[in-house]
């Protein structure tokens, strides 16, 4: 039996790829997903910029819908009335800081079968880039030692568990391992890469200093570009406040709620934007739900 999981060190762009999902086995087991360098993940520690805080729901069941970058890309979160600790700390953060976050993978896999990692956070907290810094060393290291045996684990002819724990994989890491040279092309030159661009950037500086807006997007969006982040910010709202828990609601019904706000082909394109996203999906023909 399993004690408490280890919260893995992981880069977004890993966790972003991974889409190989291994259920419980009853009501007191974990969901697992196994990323493509084998790790296999239940809970996650990552640092990053809070790049977006949106509040849906209601006051009474509040829902917040947030995103946390790191030098390789997002991570997705959604907290609500069931993670009571962190709702009461998301109010207290402003875009963009700094924050730590340990949470539970909840992969969503729509009805076409298409997994969307997403994080189910656990804890909030605010920090400085004296503990984000400290996170990117830690996070490069782990990433390096999944990559020196992936490398060679993905060539194998034959990758079985004796072969792999004599490259030098961990006992207790080898099914992991094993799932993901089933599942995935081999991930190693495209990791690699990114990884090597995150060193760089730490070797030269472009982490450093304090000014975070150095780490989120420099330019101003153009109006055009902020008025459809704000019509994709009411069509979610909408559809979050309204949905029915298991079926969603009809697509035509959000557009006929907001269509005297906004122009029904502006309210179309943003409904196909979320679903893009991965903010929506489509449960049954004709209807919508947030994820």
Known sequence: MRGR???WRLFATEFNRSNLVVPPVDEFSP?????PLGAEVNRVMFVGVLTELQKLGTEEEPYWKM??????GTFRMNAGQYQPEVVQVIPQ?????FV??????????????????MVRPETV????KSTRDPWLITASKSMVERLDIAREAFTMAEPTRENLEALGCPRDRVDGLLRAIEHYDDPVLELQTILVDILKGMVDGEYSGGDISREVPKEEPADEEKEEIDVNALVLQTIVENEDEKEGILEEKVIQ??????DRKRLETAIEELMDEGDLYTPTAGHIKSI
Do not use: S
Request: glycine fraction near 6%; include cysteine.
């Open 257 to 262: 709620m907001l269509e005297g706000q906004v």
């Open 100 to 117: 730590a976050v340990i949470g539970k993978v909840k992969p969503f896999t729509t009805t076409e079968g298409d997994v969307i990692p």
């Open 31 to 35: 969901t697992y997903m196994i990323t």
């Open 5 to 7: 999981e280890v919260a």
């Open 93 to 97: 953060l402003e875009v963009p800081c």
């Open 125 to 128: 907290i605010r920090v400085d």
């Open 67 to 72: 995103r946390v970058a790191d030098p390789t």
